[in-house]
């Protein structure tokens, strides 16, 4: 079933964008999220993902960024399709502003995206909120974020 009552259909390549907003246990601020991603016939989508939250905030240590992850990931419709549940897993890490000190380590997300399709070629609005988690050797960062973007098919 269809919550927007539209007859597009999600498949093949497709590359999404947004930015929003985010916070976690030691930073929060501007979120981006990429996504390249290629979605089959059964409605699996296999994705390279880069979801990341800046610290904005004055919390110490000033890092550039707590949250960053590069992922592999699926996601799939459920209940209507345009409601499409996701997770990742990966690197993540953390740096400095000036990258001068950087922390690598596991980076995990998941999340659920709201897509309102604009025409029958699947592209449209996405509406995402993501939990994002970052696992480094001595620390570890969990955060949430909302962030509006657009994809494309």
């Known amino acids: 079933p269809s919550l927007f009552d539209t007859p597009a259909q999600r498949s093949g390549f497709h590359f999404q964008f947004a930015v929003g907003t985010g916070a976690g246990n030691l930073a929060s601020g501007t979120l981006t999220i990429l996504e390249l991603g290629y979605t089959f016939e059964n409605d699996y989508t296999l994705m390279f993902w880069h979801p990341m939250i800046e610290n ?3 919390q110490s240590p000033a890092v550039a960024s707590r949250y960053p992850d590069v992922l592999i990931g699926i996601k799939k419709s459920a209940f209507y399709k ?4 996701k997770i990742g897993f990966g690197g993540g890490g953390a740096h400095e502003p000036d ?3 950087a922390s690598l380590g596991l ?3 998941y999340g659920v995206d709201l897509h309102y399709p604009m025409g029958s070629g699947g592209h449209g609005f996405t509406l ?3 939990v994002h988690h970052v696992q480094l050797n001595d620390r570890h960062f969990a955060a949430a974020s909302l962030g509006l973007g657009y994809t494309v098919f």
């Open 99 to 101: 990258f001068s000190e």
């Open 128 to 130: 995402a909120f993501t």
């Open 56 to 58: 904005d905030s004055n």
């Open 82 to 85: 345009e409601l499409v549940f």
């Open 107 to 109: 980076g995990w997300a």
